[in-house]
């Protein structure tokens, strides 16, 4: 069998345990298994003289042979899994004597060991430890693995708060076994909220082009945890509706993309309840002398858009640098025509608003199916430096994202006094820096592996609307700034057990103001309401956790703990629209969360998993202080929330006929329980229930923690090798989700909740050809299963609900040249039109992609 090319992105069930969690989330180490003789093989060793099966989950023991002790001394080099590019400062450490030596700046070392007792490990940050036992040849050349890479299966390993290391590790309750060629989506996706699509394990809600709201077992939004690079993307106003804030990662730079289903506090700390959505950008690599460029460039007809994108990564035997830029322009989208759902108007853009002469005027559209006004600009740069620090490495991690405006689509057919409501209603640019710095050593004498971060990011977000006819505009701006870090411990012993212990912290400051503009004159400015706390708010956190792994004969168990504290402040200024029973905010909550779970493996082809875990969030400034209208609800300040707290409990098991490498199948089943749950509740301001805002009056609504929520659900996965050249694989996801309030027997549907939805995808490979066909599709939701008020956008679905609908895709790869790619795709190709389920915005219709990629 051939080895396929690594997937960009796989999803990760729920590990197991939250703690797995801490597993799946790989702590740098890896579980060993001890044999008679005392002598184990770490989870996440290789077997030099095994190679090419050095990725093999449970490498075997080979006892020496009866033969005399020899002193034996080797001249080696430590290289790249290339064979050429040095790996410097490598260590290499002698279980038996404790002593070891490392490599020089061209990876070259002398080693000494009796051949027939010691066992010597090759370690270096990055990489996976490689392995020589007692009585095995040394190599003149140690070829390292990269740590991140399973070479087998295209399987890979979650990063969260600690370094992972190996696959093997990843304890989920919810994971496909290996396989040797999963099938891969071929297609560069046009953004990397797109990019969760090709899972088939996350729907993703768009309100409008320029967004992606994911979708993890019943939670969006701020009950969700976005990461990049290590780095927490949440912050103190993630709200709990829709988020757009995914598309900010550049997807052409991602060296691969985890999906952790589930409840993943104890090492992520607060927001992970429905699961966390780890992007990892390209590391550049140590090395030898060496330079090299990427681009790519690609087209896409449905709206007209095109994206280029180039890499420059240098490579010295101290430090490396990759530097990326990419630059994307998407023109309005355009919807299917065929429309299966049996509405002949429903999504069609009649109208539209356009000002002329300094009059507002509304138009017919010429083309109903175009979307107008949906389309907006973005470019994305980052800059990474790694740098050989003694027996440690440094790693800099800058990124910057902006985009234009970013039309609001959703409410560009809201209507009001017998017109359109809105002649202006756009997300302004939406900007955010990045900046880290992450140091990672082995303390050898210890056998401890230790990892800081640090990271500052600033975020801009602004709200710009003026309604029809109207000559002030309204804008609000949002400014999140950002400082956190973690510091981690990891230890292992030769009994197998691994444990991991740390700490971090996050602070957050809130600035929001709002202003309104006249249209014919700049300088005349008046105040406006402001979205948060017009007197500035913040949050602060504080984690501690501890974890633990440990082999028990053929199985593995795990448990976790973690402690978090949270602070929040904010201060209302006076103003003339309304009047708060209080003028500041003073909030201090905290929250015990662990779990416990194993992995129980049969001699035959079964797997069982279960898992008992428990997440929670702290409210933040969106949940306590947000002014804002939707759908006829205002929503105002609460001084008196507090956090969410989720207890989940999971069973999987999997079928793998692994020894003929032709099937894999998981089924796994989960029930969640929420307590406090916070949501919207009707309520009264100086006792009045309306509220004028925008123009026109509103139902008062405010946070509170009144209800529990109960959501079950389950996913079926399967993956065959049909042939050597052909690979299937299918997915489908359930969720029900119901909350009833605190002293109502009363229960009703929960907000969030998708329909069945799924993937099937069927490809073939050649020497230079790579074709796949495949089928996303999702189950109808009658309106009785919908949540309550606007977070389900049902005024935007049809009277009956969301319907069903399926689309299929096709998609190829031809190798032109070693270093020239040509990717072709055609989605959609039934022209179906459709929406996802709470999406703004109508799906784009049948539609050719083509890319062209290079490298030297």
């Known amino acids: 069998m051939r080895r396929r090319r690594r997937p960009i992105l796989q999803v990760k069930g729920r590990t197991i345990v939250s703690l797995l969690t801490f597993v799946l989330l790989g702590l740098s180490a890896a579980q060993g298994q001890s044999d008679s003789s005392g002598i184990e093989t770490q989870k996440n060793e290789v077997r030099l003289n095994s190679l090419p099966k050095a990725t093999e ?74 392995v020589v036992y007692p009585g095995d040849p040394i190599p003149q050349k140690i070829r390292m693995v990269e740590d991140l890479i399973s070479l087998e299966t295209a399987e890979v390993v979650s990063q969260g708060l600690v ?46 082009q320029g967004g992606g709201s994911p979708i993890l077992r019943g939670f969006e939004a701020n009950r969700i945890l976005l990461v990049v690079d290590g780095v927490r993307m949440n912050n103190a106003i993630y709200r709990s509706g829709h988020l757009q804030n995914a598309i900010t990662i550049d997807a052409q730079v991602l060296e691969r993309t985890d999906v952790l289903l589930g409840p993943n506090s104890i090492l992520f700390g607060s927001d992970a309840l429905g699961g966390v959505i780890h992007y990892h950008t390209r590391t550049p690599k140590l090395g030898v002398k060496d330079f090299g460029v990427r681009s790519s460039a690609a087209y896409r007809t449905p709206n007209s858009s095109w994206s280029g994108h180039v890499d420059v990564e240098i490579s010295r035997p ?57 389309g907006y600009q973005q470019t994305d740069w980052l800059q990474k430096f790694r740098i050989q620090a003694g027996t440690g490495v440094v790693d800099l991690n800058f990124q910057y994202s902006t985009s234009s405006n970013v039309p609001r689509y959703d409410v560009s057919s809201d209507w009001s006094n017998e017109q359109l409501k809105w002649a202006e209603w756009n997300y302004g640019p ?86 309104q503009v006249h249209v014919l004159d700049a300088d005349s400015v008046q105040d406006a309401l402001t979205r948060y706390p017009n007197g500035g708010s913040g949050m602060r956190t504080q984690g501690v956790f501890a974890t633990a792994q440990w082999p028990w004969r053929q199985h593995r168990l795990a448990a976790g703990v973690r402690w978090s504290q949270s602070q929040l402040n904010a201060q209302f200024n006076p103003n003339a629209s309304y009047a708060l029973p209080f003028d500041a905010l003073n909030m201090n909550n905290g929250a015990l969360t662990g779990g416990i779970s194993g ?97 026109d009056s509103a139902q008062v609504q405010t946070h509170v923690n009144a209800d529990q929520a109960t959501i079950i659900g389950g996913r079926f996965e399967i993956k065959s090798q049909v042939t050597e050249q052909c690979g299937f694989e299918a997915a489908v996801n359930w969720t029900r989700g119901r909350q009833v309030a605190k002293g109502d027997e009363t229960t009703r549907p ?10 099937l995808a069927l490809d073939y490979e050649r020497r230079w050809l790579t074709l796949e066909g495949n089928v996303l599709f999702s189950a109808k939701k009658p309106i009785a299963d919908f949540g309550d008020y606007a977070t389900d956008n049902l005024d935007l679905m049809l009277p009956s609900g969301a319907p069903s609908w399926w689309t299929f895709n096709v998609e190829s790869e031809v190798q032109l040249h070693p270093a020239l790619k040509l990717r072709m795709g055609l989605r959609n190709v039934f022209d179906m039109h459709y929406r996802v389920f709470a999406s703004g915005i109508s799906a784009a219709g049948r539609g050719f992609y083509t890319s062209l990629h290079a490298s030297f």
Not at 62 to 91: C, H, W, Y
Not at 165 to 179: F, G, N, P, T, W
Not at 351 to 363: P, Q
Request: aromatic content about 8%; charged content about 20%; glycine content about 8%.
């Open 57 to 130: 989950n449970t490498p075997r023991i080979i006892m020496p042979a009866n033969r005399d002790v020899l002193k034996e001394s080797n001249q080696i080099q430590t290289v790249g899994s290339d064979g050429l590019t040095p790996i410097p400062f490598a260590v290499v450490f002698n279980k038996n004597s404790g002593q070891s030596v490392m490599t020089d700046v061209t990876g070259n070392a002398t080693v000494s060991r009796s051949a027939m007792m010691d066992t010597l490990v090759f370690r270096s940050i990055g990489f996976m430890d490689m």
């Open 163 to 208: 370094h992972a290391q190996d696959a093997s590790l990843s304890m989920q309750v919810d994971r496909m076994a290996s396989i040797e060629r999963p099938v891969v989506p071929l297609e560069v996706p046009q953004n990397s909220a797109e990019l969760l699509w090709a899972t088939g394990s996350v729907m993703v809600q768009q309100s409008q």
């Open 318 to 374: 101290g430090w490396a640098s990759l530097t990326s830029v990419s630059r994307s322009v998407y023109g309005d989208l355009r919807m299917g025509r065929w429309r299966q759902h049996g509405d002949a108007t429903w999504g069609l853009d009649s109208l539209y608003a356009v000002r002329v002469n300094g009059v507002d005027s509304m138009f017919v559209n010429a083309s109903p199916d175009i979307q107008k006004g949906s």
């Open 430 to 515: 939406q900007r955010r820096a990045l900046g880290s710095a992450k140091y990672a050593r082995q303390l050898q004498q210890w056998n401890v592996a230790w990892e800081s971060q640090v990271a500052i990011q600033r975020i801009e977000e602004s709200r710009i609307k003026r309604r029809f006819g109207d000559d002030w505009r309204e804008t609000q701006t949002e400014t999140v700034q950002v400082l956190n870090g973690y510091s981690t411990f990891n230890k292992r012993w030769y009994s197998g057990l691994n444990v991991t212990a740390g700490l971090s912290a996050s602070w957050d400051a809130v600035t929001s103001v709002a202003k």
């Open 599 to 695: 992995q129980w493996t049969s001699n035959g082809p079964w797997t069982a998993m279960t898992s008992l875990s428990t997440g929670f969030r702290h409210p933040n400034v969106d949940d306590v202080g947000k002014v804002r209208e939707k759908g006829g609800f205002v929503l105002l300040p609460n001084d008196s929330l507090k956090p969410e707290y989720l207890t989940s409990l999971e069973q999987g098991v999997t079928w793998n006929l692994q020894n003929r490498n032709v099937l894999t199948c998981s089924l796994t089943g989960f029930a969640s329980f929420l307590d406090h749950a916070i949501v919207p509740q009707n309520a009264t301001l100086e006792d009045a229930s309306m509220f004028w805002i925008d123009g």
């Open 750 to 759: 929960m907000a969030h909740i998708p329909p069945v939805f799924g993937r």
